[in-house]
């Protein structure tokens, strides 16, 4: 049996193709009405800062964009968004987690604490403190993630949570320079400031670097 010819040219079907594809990348809400429904969203009530919030939120939402986005908690940053470079680090319950890869739904009665519920320029910090002290930033982007991660490297060690260069793990650790360094290898510093931060944790574990 011959082949039924329906005279469309090759550049026809990469045309309708295209037109299609960019038609069904549209979010829900282009559609006309009685068209595909929007996104769900989930109520999500946390703590951030000492102050209690209730969100409705596309589920898909992360931490990160609910902390920016909806409550405008800035000093937390977006740098790879793929858990890679710390710089999303806010604390959880008193643990640090890359806020990038969590989802906001996910931490319904969490405490959560973002750099800007650590202190005040008014009342800084004394891990704020120390990174001003010993210069421990230079563009200052990564700094709210290091200065929380800082803080909770402090509170591993004093919990004596292990880490990977304990050579005897059922020692205590202790805030010496590699410890430090190698529970902060997470959070990465693109203008090398490593030494400086060392030294600023150094001081507020009050240990020599």
Request: overall charge negative.
């Amino acid at each position: 049996m011959a082949p039924v010819m329906f005279g469309v040219s090759r550049r026809e079907v990469l045309v309708t193709g295209a037109v299609s594809a960019a038609l069904s990348s549209f979010p829900a809400e282009a559609h006309p009405a009685g068209g595909e429904a929007g996104p769900p969203a989930m109520p999500v009530s946390f703590k951030v800062n000492g102050t209690s919030h209730a969100l409705t939120l596309d589920t898909r939402t992360t931490l990160l964009d609910a902390l920016r986005e909806h409550l405008h908690l800035t000093g937390t940053k977006k740098g790879c968004d793929h858990g890679q470079c710390g710089a999303c680090t806010v604390i959880v319950n008193g643990e640090r987690i890359n806020a990038c890869l969590s989802l906001a739904v996910q931490h319904e009665g969490d405490d959560v604490t973002t750099v800007e519920g650590l202190g005040t320029p008014e009342r800084l910090h004394p891990m704020q403190a120390a990174f001003v002290k010993h210069d421990g930033y230079q563009c200052g982007y990564c700094t709210p993630g290091q200065i929380c991660s800082a803080v909770s490297v402090l509170q591993e060690i004093r919990r004596g949570v292990p880490s990977h260069v304990q050579s005897d793990i059922t020692a205590a650790p202790q805030p010496t320079n590699i410890e430090m360094r190698e529970r902060m290898s997470g959070n990465i510093c693109r203008c090398g400031a490593y030494s400086n931060i060392a030294e600023a944790m150094a001081e507020v574990a009050g240990e020599r670097a």
